[in-house]
């Protein structure tokens, strides 16, 4: 059973940055909307099967290419980018679809993914990224595509970690307990404090020592 962590937060509170200091050889990225990486670092490259065969970046927004990625690869480390576009990119492609049916489809199609992300190998690491939305009653949650997905599947409910990215005076940071209004949430004693580096190494290092995962040397 792989650990899966669901990393929250609205666009330019430094959910991609955090990647920064993840080691590139071990490391899947597959982002739904191929943008270009918010730091610099070596080892990070598309996949090309031509020119980069040895890439670790991939570019989709299919569920199935998703799935079919996060099974095959052998890095330990799997990251889905801007996760909200698998959802909401299907829902425009199907939006002269008339009735409630396709929700229900687009909604077990990302059911799949994040429950693949909870069954893969024991030492594989998976972080989903996604911007969040506040509703009316002030609650800050996952962004999806409308409450008739919502009232498909509670998304945050399939993830025993849910951090948050946020941005404070200046300061970047992942909080890692919940505020009373919003779905964070964290093993007890896994991390000391209530807000953290926005450091996804160091919290995937955090991870790996909780449940004692062992990493290549």
Not at 70 to 94: C, G, H, P, S, W
Request: charged share 25%.
């Amino acid at each position: 059973m792989s650990t899966a962590t669901l990393i929250l937060g609205e666009s330019g509170a430094g959910k991609s940055t955090s990647l920064r200091n993840l080691d590139p050889a071990q490391t899947l990225l597959i982002q739904a909307v191929r943008k270009p990486l918010p730091f610099k670092g070596k080892g990070w490259a598309y996949f090309s099967k031509d020119a980069c065969p040895t890439g670790n970046v991939f570019v989709s927004d299919q569920y199935t290419a998703i799935l079919k990625m996060m099974e095959k690869t052998r890095r330990k480390v799997v990251i889905l980018d801007d996760a909200q576009y698998v959802l909401a990119n299907e829902f425009m492609r199907r939006s002269d679809e008339t009735g409630f049916s396709k929700f229900t489809e687009i909604g077990r199609h990302a059911w799949e993914i994040f429950m693949l992300a909870n069954n893969l190998a024991d030492d594989v690491r998976v972080y989903i990224l996604s911007h969040t939305e506040t509703g009316d009653g002030g609650q800050t949650k996952i962004k999806t595509i409308g409450r008739m997905l919502d009232e498909k599947i509670t998304i945050e409910g399939l993830f025993s970690i849910v951090l948050r990215a946020r941005v404070i005076d200046g300061e970047h940071f992942f909080q890692t307990r919940n505020s009373g209004s919003d779905t964070v949430k964290s093993p007890m004693g896994l991390f000391d404090a209530d807000r953290i580096n926005n450091d996804l190494a160091l919290v995937d290092n955090a991870i790996c020592d909780y449940y004692e995962i062992n990493q290549p040397a």
